[in-house]
């Protein structure tokens, strides 16, 4: 057991000394204090790696703030140290491609914190054992736009089908009229005009609708 949270003054020699020291070490902390200067010591991947070498026996490992830390690293300590049972990655650079390696490698994972982790989607996090208690995570911008998107769209094409008998029954509505969508709606203006796929004008009453020249 080896709690090194908010302790400064050590970097990765320090951690090279530990995987040398302690290979049946179970318990790992090394928490920064965001608030203090690098220069009172940095973790890299060259630490870590020492840590993922030596250290199989993990079950315990916070690496909160380590920002320095890339994501190849993280990912060779999840491949080495299958035995881990809670893991800290908040503040962490890490994307999609840290969490499928969670997913592919762990069975007994039961604690995730992910705190400020802003480049992971919902699609990776679904990837992940339903037995893991994934904590503070919030999908990124691009994530969520991506699924409102996929929403509007399920959505559209609901409304296109109420609407059909509309169109047979008063072609004119189809014939010249077409829905204006703001540039700065949450899809980022993606789609000016909004078509069916066989061509025909969607007709939704709660936007507005113009007539064309």
């Not at 140290?81 to 890490?94: E, N, P, Y």
């Not at 078509?195 to 007709?203: C, P």
């Amino acid at each position: 057991h080896l709690d090194l949270n908010f302790s400064t003054g050590f970097g990765d020699k320090t951690l090279n000394r530990i995987a040398e020291s302690y290979p049946n070490l179970k318990y790992l902390n090394l928490q920064k204090n965001e608030y203090v200067s690098s220069n009172m010591g940095i973790i890299t991947g060259e630490g870590l790696f020492a840590i993922a070498r030596s250290c199989h026996k993990l079950e315990y490992l916070n690496i909160s703030h380590c920002t320095d830390i890339c994501e190849l690293s993280i990912c060779n300590v999840i491949r080495s140290c299958l035995r881990l049972q809670q893991l800290d990655l908040s503040f962490c650079k890490i994307t999609d491609i840290t969490i499928e390696e969670i997913a592919k490698s762990y069975h007994n994972l039961k604690y995730l914190n992910l705190r400020r982790c802003d480049k992971i989607s919902k699609e990776a996090i679904d990837k992940l054992n339903s037995n893991i208690h994934v904590e503070n995570f919030v999908a990124s911008m691009d994530s969520m736009l991506a699924g409102l998107d996929e929403t509007i769209r399920q959505h559209l094409h609901i409304i296109n089908q109420n609407f059909r008998p509309c169109y047979r029954a008063y072609p004119q509505l189809n014939s010249n009229t077409s829905i204006a969508i703001s540039r700065h709606s949450p899809t980022r203006g993606i789609i000016s005009t909004l078509m069916s796929r066989d061509g025909e004008r969607i007709l939704a009453p709660e936007w507005v609708l113009y007539r064309s020249n």
